[in-house]
Each structure stands twice: as C-alpha cells, then as structure tokens.
C-alpha cells in the first residue's frame, strides 16, 4: 500500500493518478475526502499534515510513502512512518536546500529539516528537488481573467519550471522502484524562460493578448499572495532579480528516471489554459 500525503495539490494529485492508472493500491490523505474527487479504487483517508497526529490511523498496512513536506512535524511524521512498518519514503523537497542558507532562508529551512527528519528516522528515501514549478503561474490566473494583465517584479528574470505531473512521473517511479532509494533528484523543466516568456506563452495557450505590468519591489511585497510571509516573498524577490543576470542550471533528470523528457512551460500553459479563461 502506498499512502500520499498533499494528495489534493498539485504535485499530489497527479501522483495518485498515476498510481491508480498503474494499479496500485493507494491511500490518499485529504482534510475533506468526501470532496477530493479521487480516482475510483482509491481509498480516501482524512487527515492534515499540519497536525501530524491525525495522521496516525493513516499509515495501517502502509509501506511507501510520497510525503508532501509539511511547514512542521516532519520529525513525527517520519517516526509514525518508521514504526507503522513504511520501508520507503519519496519527499516533495526543494532545490532551495542546496541554493540557499537555511539560517536565513524559510523555504531551505523547511525542507532541509524534512529531509533530515526522513534520514534520522532511518527510513529509505528518495528526496525530489523542483527548482521551480510551472504552476506558480497560477497566481497570475486572476488577474489574466478579470484584466487580461499579468503584475509582477523584474519580467527578466529567468525560470526552469516544470510540469507537476512531471514531478509526479519522477514520484512514482521512485515509489515503485528501489533502484532509486537514497538519491535525490534536482528537477527542472527542459530550458529556461522569462517571466514575460511565460506570459506570453499563457497568451497563445488562451488566444488571448496579455499585458505584462511591471512591479516595484515594494508594490510586488505589499502584492504578495494571501497567507504569504513577508520574508518568504521577499527570499522570492532576491531568487527571481539574481535569475535576471544569472540564468537557473537545467537537469535532465526527469528523462533519466522516467525516460521522456520534460515538458515545455507551453505545454503547461496548454494543458492548464482553462485555469486563464
């Protein structure tokens, strides 16, 4: 049995999907399942990472694990595991554990105190690290309906997103295989692209002609997305005006593992284009 946490999120979601497809037995963990819409044959379990107690009764019968990482708990989490009997975890991590200081870096230091926490419980592992992910886009879906505009800090700054499903191929196939136990995967989409590059695809993906409205500093943190702390945008802002000069790498670790290469963000704005309509 394979039991997925964050199975409502994006990632998360395309992780079940891909294991019911494949004919696993999997156990989704959602705050309401009754409204999760999980695939048919997938049994749905309540539960909340931020509480991991309620998570105990989750893992019965349980021996792979796709944990979202959670803002805390992780220890207790990978203990409960340990002790359930689960032989293998697969982390939804962060390249920001091997780019950024922790000690002053939110992001890093969330994931980098998962990742230990999966290690210490002595549990195998397989720790996935997304640089940036496409769907981060999404946050721009509001206004592009309502205005056909899209604000935000310095348009030049250069990304590497990639497709969560992509993540999720990568996902299951370390859940599925124990040749990838004990790595860590840093996983980016196939070439690098501006932020007004991705507005653009997102136009050609809706037929529809957007505006790039370009944001201070300050107006893009008093902007930030609601339930955003200040010093998470702000550690944001710092990546995003240094990718301006200095592009992300690119991996081909998505091929490696699952033998396709990864997906285009236009491609991801043409499987996600109703979100923008």
Request: with cysteine.
């Amino acid at each position: 049995m394979i039991l997925v946490t964050g199975a409502t999120g994006n990632v998360g979601r395309c992780v079940v999907r891909r294991l019911a497809q494949a004919g696993e037995r999997v156990r989704a963990v959602a705050r309401d399942p009754s409204a999760a819409g999980f695939p048919a044959g997938v049994q749905a379990c309540a539960g909340d990472l931020s509480a991991p107690g309620s998570l105990a009764h989750a893992f019965e019968g349980v021996d792979r694990l796709f944990l979202f990482t959670p803002a805390s708990g992780a220890g207790l989490i990978a203990r409960v595991a340990r002790e359930a009997g689960v032989r293998r975890v697969v982390l939804l991590s962060s390249a920001a554990t091997q780019k950024a200081d922790p000690r002053i870096n939110p992001i890093a230091a969330r994931h980098a105190a998962a990742e230990a926490a999966v290690r210490e419980a002595g549990l195998g592992w397989t720790f996935l690290r997304p640089d940036s992910f496409a769907a981060n886009a999404c946050a721009w879906a509001d206004s592009i309906r309502r205005e056909g505009v899209v604000r935000a800090a310095y348009p030049d700054a250069q990304r590497n997103p990639i497709h969560e499903d992509d993540v999720a191929a990568v996902a299951v196939a370390a859940l599925l295989d124990a040749a990838h136990e004990n790595r860590a995967y840093p996983l980016t989409g196939p070439a690098v692209i501006t932020q007004a590059g991705q507005v653009r695809a997102i136009a050609e993906a809706i037929g529809k002609p957007l505006r790039f409205e370009v944001l201070t500093r300050e107006q893009a943190l008093a902007a930030r997305p609601a339930g955003t702390p200040v010093e998470v945008a702000e550690r944001l802002l710092d990546y995003a005006l240094k990718s301006v000069a200095t592009a992300p790498a690119i991996t081909d670790a998505v091929e490696r593992v699952t033998g396709r290469p990864a997906r285009p963000f236009a491609e991801w704005a043409r499987d996600r284009a109703a979100a923008f309509r």
